[in-house]
């Protein structure tokens, strides 16, 4: 079975320019989500989703990130525009949504270096 | 949710049992126990959790104290890829699906 995927696995940006990620669950799985990871720190949730609706994005920064997941499967984060500060792994994981104990199967990550 | 307490670096030598420690001593009633590690440039990786009783599988047991204010997960035999960040996480019931991680416990495993 294959697990979560993300793409692209690092990318590096001048600032102010916009960036996308892209990460695609594991199938069957409804919940996905975003997290941030700097360098040093544990993951931090930026925004959760049951199927298509955003139902945590309480830690998104709203004025520069965007999410979407539109059919409810893979999903799409952007940055525009990205700040030095962005620079960090950002993480996609995916679990089936309802069960008790919640296992989250995560993505590799991207690694993202703003210049 | 409550937060944890975890030591930011450990050594164990390879062969060796790895005891990470994590305190929570303002868990609730309903909050599991979970643990998670990550493997350097990888994602997290489910580990164990556990509500009150200690809890064994493949990969490593969880002894969790009578009164749930502390726990440790044992690695039996640790070997060199089990270096990583282990993180000691406490979840509510109702709020399943936020976890929050802190900055968890680096094991160094050497040979």
């Known amino acids: 079975e294959a697990g979560v995927v993300q793409s692209p696995r690092y990318k590096i940006i001048e600032k102010k320019q916009p960036v996308a990620f892209w990460c695609n669950p594991i199938?069957?799985?409804?919940?996905l989500y975003w997290y941030l990871q700097n360098l040093g720190q544990g993951p931090e949730l930026l925004i959760r989703y049951e199927n298509e609706e955003a139902v945590d994005d309480s830690q998104l920064p709203k004025d520069r990130f965007s999410a979407e997941r539109l059919k409810g499967v893979d999903s799409t984060l952007k940055i525009q525009p990205a700040e030095l500060g962005d620079s960090a792994v950002y993480l996609c994981a995916s679990s089936l949504a309802g069960a008790l104990y919640n296992e989250q199967f995560f993505g590799p990550g991207t690694r993202l270096t703003v210049l | 949710d409550a937060k944890t307490t975890q030591p930011p670096s450990m050594d164990c030598a390879e062969g060796r049992a790895a005891n990470l420690p994590c305190n929570h001593s303002?868990?609730?009633?309903?909050?599991?126990v979970y643990w998670y590690r990550q493997i350097h440039s990888q994602g997290p990786q489910y580990i164990i959790h556990g509500l009150k009783n200690n809890e064994t599988n493949e990969m490593a047991s969880l002894i969790i104290t009578e009164d749930r204010k502390s726990s440790t997960l044992i690695l039996p035999h640790a070997t060199l890829r089990d270096t990583a960040v282990y993180y000691c996480?406490?979840?509510?019931?109702?709020?399943?699906?936020?976890?929050?991680f802190g900055s968890g416990t680096k094991l160094n495993v050497k040979p």
């Open positions: 199938s069957g799985h409804n919940t």
């Open positions: 303002t868990i609730s009633g309903n909050e599991y």
């Open positions: 996480i406490v979840r509510g019931l109702y709020n399943f699906n936020k976890f929050y």
